[in-house]
């Protein structure tokens, strides 16, 4: 027999429960208000509307990696890690094929006639590329400094005659030199590399950390940092030209549920230790995200956007 002290113990935890549960769903309810295209203008289909990012309601859930992803054990000399392969059109549903055709386009048809100027010919590295001898990168890390391991390389680039998303991912502390000896052939064969700040650090970390794992790196290739053209361009008109602040005035879209870059690194030290891959999910998106974001970014500059 349950005593009447308990039931009402039993009961009072109950209306908890569904006040909190009440509490989650009005909090997922919440949408931030849409940036809408001026008229006229061309839009990228939002890929933050894919998925929205694991709330509260998410931490009963235990999904393993290949639940949350599909990737493919890639076997180096170094080791093994998993890469992930999307195309524009996987990650961009509805709108991946305009995207594709908008971005050879503008890349294809660069010349010396049209190409934006600048004080330091940031784009005259452009004209002669050809659309495969482009990518865009991005990394997530474990720090803030190169001491720190990083275990997600996004590299954007046009990949057997396709724009594709390619992720390298390290399951686990052991994979990353794995990692960056593939990541080094992808930089290789490129002869320009766009970014966010990467010159400043994403570039620079992955370099101190080659060196740490003694991978072989050398960077060659012409460095465009969008960073660095958007305080030139629009430095003057915005709050800040944080790539999301970019994101929304520029690209003229707002995320929705998107992981605070600051979380990553604790999200992922849990990823490794419970093998629960649900903020893993949330990861990989934001990094798509961040690349698609730099890539149009450099798009509307092509175009003329001011």
Same mark, same amino acid.
């Given at each position: 027999?349950?005593?009447?002290?308990?039931?009402?113990?039993?009961?009072?935890?109950?209306?908890?429960?569904?006040?909190?549960?009440?509490?989650?769903?009005?909090?997922?309810?919440?949408?931030?208000?849409?940036?809408?295209?001026?008229?006229?203008?061309?839009?990228?289909?939002?890929?933050?509307?894919?998925?929205?990012?694991?709330? *509260?309601?998410?931490?009963?859930?235990?999904?393993?990696?290949?639940?949350?992803?599909?990737?493919?054990?890639?076997?180096?000399?170094?080791?093994?890690?998993?890469?992930?392969?999307?195309?524009?059109?996987?990650?961009?549903?509805?709108?991946?094929?305009?995207?594709?055709?908008?971005?050879?386009?503008?890349?294809?048809?660069?010349?010396?006639?049209?190409?934006?100027?600048?004080?330091?010919?940031?784009?005259?590295?452009?004209?002669?590329?050809?659309?495969?001898?482009?990518?865009?990168?991005?990394?997530?890390?474990?720090?803030?400094?190169?001491?720190?391991?990083?275990?997600?390389?996004?590299?954007?680039?046009?990949?057997?005659?396709?724009?594709?998303?390619?992720?390298?991912? *390290?399951?686990?502390?052991?994979?990353?030199? *794995?990692?960056?000896?593939?990541?080094?052939?992808?930089?290789?064969?490129?002869?320009?590399?766009?970014?966010?700040?990467?010159?400043?650090?994403?570039?620079?970390?992955?370099?101190?950390?080659?060196?740490?794992?003694?991978?072989?790196?050398?960077?060659?290739?012409?460095?465009?940092?969008?960073?660095?053209?958007?305080?030139?361009?629009?430095?003057?008109?915005?709050?800040?030209?944080?790539?999301?602040?970019?994101?929304?005035?520029?690209?003229?879209?707002?995320?929705?549920?998107?992981?605070?870059?600051?979380?990553?690194?604790?999200?992922?030290?849990?990823?490794?230790?419970?093998?629960?891959?649900?903020?893993?999910?949330?990861?990989?998106?934001?990094?798509?995200?961040?690349?698609?974001?730099?890539?149009?970014?450099?798009?509307?500059?092509?175009?003329?956007?001011?």
């Amino acid at each position: 027999m349950i005593s009447d002290e308990m039931r009402k113990r039993i009961a009072a935890l109950n209306r908890r429960d569904l006040k909190h549960a009440d509490e989650v769903s009005e909090a997922e309810g919440q949408v931030e208000p849409e940036v809408r295209p001026a008229r006229g203008e061309r839009r990228m289909s939002d890929p933050g509307a894919l998925r929205v990012m694991a709330t *509260a309601s998410d931490a009963r859930l235990h999904l393993a990696l290949d639940e949350v992803t599909q990737g493919e054990e890639i076997h180096t000399s170094a080791g093994t890690f998993l890469l992930i392969d999307q195309t524009v059109q996987e990650v961009l549903r509805g709108g991946g094929h305009a995207f594709g055709a908008r971005y050879e386009r503008a890349i294809g048809t660069l010349h010396a006639g049209n190409v934006p100027h600048d004080p330091y010919d940031t784009f005259h590295s452009l004209i002669d590329a050809r659309a495969e001898d482009v990518i865009y990168v991005d990394i997530e890390t474990t720090g803030l400094t190169a001491g720190t391991p990083l275990f997600l390389i996004g590299v954007l680039g046009h990949f057997n005659g396709d724009l594709r998303v390619v992720q390298l991912l *390290a399951r686990d502390y052991t994979e990353e030199a *794995a990692l960056l000896s593939h990541f080094v052939t992808l930089l290789d064969a490129s002869k320009v590399i766009v970014s966010f700040n990467g010159k400043s650090y994403d570039l620079p970390y992955i370099r101190d950390r080659c060196l740490f794992m003694g991978v072989s790196f050398r960077l060659r290739q012409a460095h465009i940092d969008m960073l660095h053209v958007g305080r030139r361009i629009w430095g003057r008109q915005l709050p800040n030209c944080k790539l999301q602040t970019l994101e929304q005035y520029i690209c003229r879209r707002t995320r929705q549920g998107d992981i605070p870059g600051a979380e990553i690194p604790n999200a992922y030290h849990r990823f490794v230790k419970s093998g629960n891959a649900v903020q893993m999910r949330d990861i990989l998106h934001h990094n798509v995200l961040d690349l698609l974001t730099t890539t149009e970014v450099l798009l509307r500059v092509i175009e003329g956007e001011r």
